[in-house]
């Protein structure tokens, strides 16, 4: 069996990443990013409470309670790192000095608009920074299934939830395919290799533009 | 010891507590209790004091921040951008019990700076096209269209360092840094709970992040909250 669908997702918004980049990445699988970006690369993790150069969890027992990332679970800090306030964590998102944020997704529309802070009536949690974070990062990636538990496609024409920033979201990354909004549209550039272009096209609520060549990626 | 109180700031817990009132607004600073101070959260809680209008980041951890507070049914309007790791605080929200206003979390920094600063607002276009953007005016600018965002200003504001000195000049700890310096400005009363207090002097002023001017009241609180990782 081959690497696990989440790895994939993460594996492949890693390779969006270049050396020298400033990057805020959110909980669950955006954050498994960290472990395939190559040694050699130098990035800066922002995370939102206040820090700039996150690097890995301390060894059990060498926590300390005053280093953690925005999920309150406790980091390290890499040689060159900041501590700021909340105003200053802020100031580097909004002046466009973050250049890329990875985060989950509910829905994204034909336009690039996102929606992910809220269920009307489920789940309220907040937007957090999510809104701050999708409005001025330079690329906004998102990594989220292709369809939601009942099948229903996340990827729609308009979004049916409330939006977290209208046409923010540069790069989709699902469990079947990576699509890229471009002004005229939603590109299907690459497929998994568990899948075809036409069940992609069908799990789509959006039109799709299908240029000559889809790359197929086969992680090992 | 003895540390001379020359600016009659460093006061007991009890002496600081005198300050807490029904009906207050009370500013907590900290990121998921991370950078708040739990001897004065657990006072508010025993003191009971109710109907307070809370503003904080988030809502903190089960069991640390400003979500004890929530849970004991003492506040009315909770104004933050995150309550989504405290089920207690969304329940209470939805029964009609708790009002919460959700502001994002860059806007929800600037404005506490803006009435921390003598600001009259603040114009962003984070929230344009969501529902943060209802009731608000809207501005246009060079082109862009900009929410104004209102200043937000406290009776109270629970401040944590690592560390202060008499004149309550102080320094913080990494990333529980968050909101302290921000709330330190922008609340009538500022208590600091400082886990050292140090003589005058003891500070280089270069190591200052919030000068004591904006501090009123130093305690040492002593307490420790239990984290979800530990």
């Known amino acids: 069996m081959g690497m696990a669908v989440k790895e994939k997702m993460a594996k492949r918004a890693a390779e969006e990443i270049n050396n020298g980049d400033i990057v805020n990445l959110g909980f669950g699988i955006p954050q498994k990013a960290i472990q395939y970006i190559p040694e050699e690369m130098t990035v800066f993790f922002h995370a939102e409470n206040g820090v700039l150069g996150a690097g890995p969890s301390p060894e059990k027992g060498k926590e300390d309670e005053n280093l953690v990332d925005a999920g309150c679970v406790p980091i390290t800090a890499v040689p060159g790192a900041s501590y700021f306030d909340s105003a200053n964590s802020f100031a580097i998102v909004r002046s466009g000095k973050l250049d890329i944020t990875i985060m989950g997704g509910l829905e994204v529309s034909e336009k690039g608009d996102l929606a992910n802070w809220i269920v009307p009536g489920a789940i309220v949690p907040g937007m957090g920074g999510a809104m701050d974070l999708a409005k001025k990062t330079k690329k906004v990636i998102i990594i989220m299934t292709h369809t939601d538990k009942k099948g229903n496609p996340k990827i729609k024409k308009e979004c049916s939830l409330p939006l977290t920033a209208p046409n923010c979201v540069s790069l989709i990354i699902t469990d079947l395919a990576v699509i890229k909004v471009e002004e005229r549209g939603l590109v299907l550039k690459e497929v998994f290799d568990t899948t075809t272009v036409e069940e992609v096209k069908e799990k789509t609520g959006a039109d799709l533009i299908v240029e000559d060549t889809v790359k197929v990626i086969s992680y090992e | 010891m003895q540390i001379e109180n020359q600016f009659g700031k460093i006061k007991t817990v009890s002496e600081a507590m005198e300050n807490i009132k029904d009906g207050m607004t009370i500013m907590i600073a900290g990121f998921g209790g991370v950078g708040s101070s739990c001897t004065l959260i657990n006072e508010i809680i025993k003191k009971n004091v109710k109907d307070l209008t809370v503003i904080s980041i988030d809502a903190g951890d089960p069991d640390v921040g400003p979500d004890h507070i929530i849970r004991n ?31 994002p979390q860059g806007t929800l920094s600037e404005r506490i700076r803006a009435g921390g600063v003598g600001l009259g607002g603040i114009l962003t276009d984070v929230g344009v096209g969501t529902l943060v953007e209802e009731g608000k005016q809207k501005i246009e600018l060079g082109g862009v269209t900009y929410l104004l965002e209102t200043p937000l200003r406290a009776d109270i504001a629970i401040l944590y360092a690592k560390k202060a000195d008499a004149f309550g000049n102080l320094v913080y700890d990494k990333t529980a840094r968050g909101l302290n310096p921000l709330m330190a400005m922008a609340a009538d009363i500022s208590i600091v709970d400082a886990e050292e207090i140090v003589p005058v002097g003891a500070i280089d002023p270069e190591d200052v992040i919030t000068p004591g001017a904006f501090v009123d009241i130093i305690v040492h609180g002593g307490g420790k909250f239990k984290w979800g990782w530990q």
């Open chain 2, 73 to 103: 049914l003492q506040v009315k309007k909770l104004i933050t951008s995150h309550i989504g790791a405290t089920p207690t605080t969304g329940e209470l929200m939805n029964a009609g019990k708790l009002e919460v206003e959700f502001s």
